[in-house]
């Protein structure tokens, strides 16, 4: 069975860091890219970050860019996130997804629409 489990979010304030972790189950990173997402309040699903399967190429979105960094470990199966310099407006539910049914899987895209494995989301707020 196909899972993606999220976890490490919380509340932290300004210019301070969060590590999120994407465990995998029921299929194994060594074939599938891990894309990260966020969902504001009011505001549509967005691409964050993203780790190919093969060669572990990291793709972020402009707005995370310096701040943000993938990372995976194929032995745990687990996808990171570390996020450093948080700003308030990177407060959002943080989601991992993979692209399980796709023949290219191990490629990251940066649509949501690409992706049709989704993990349960974790809370991230900046605030003071």
């Known amino acids: 069975q196909v899972q993606l489990v999220e976890s490490g979010g919380g509340l932290v304030q300004p210019g301070g860091s969060l590590r999120l972790s994407c465990a995998a189950s029921g299929f194994t990173l060594d074939y599938y890219a891990i894309g990260w997402f966020r969902q504001a309040p009011g505001k549509e699903r967005e691409g964050v970050s993203c780790?190919?399967?093969?060669?572990?190429?990291?793709y972020y979105a402009d707005s995370v860019k310096g701040r943000f960094t993938i990372s995976k470990d194929n032995a745990k199966n687990t996808v990171y996130l570390q996020m450093n310099s948080l700003k308030p407006e990177d407060t959002a539910v943080y989601y991992c997804?993979?692209?399980?049914?796709?023949?290219?899987?191990?490629?990251?895209?940066?649509?949501?629409?690409?992706?049709?494995?989704w993990g349960q989301g974790t809370q991230v707020t900046v605030s003071s």
């Open positions: 997804a993979t692209r399980y049914y796709s023949n290219y899987g191990g490629l990251c895209r940066d649509t949501q629409y690409e992706y049709d494995y």
């Open positions: 780790i190919s399967s093969s060669d572990s190429a990291e």
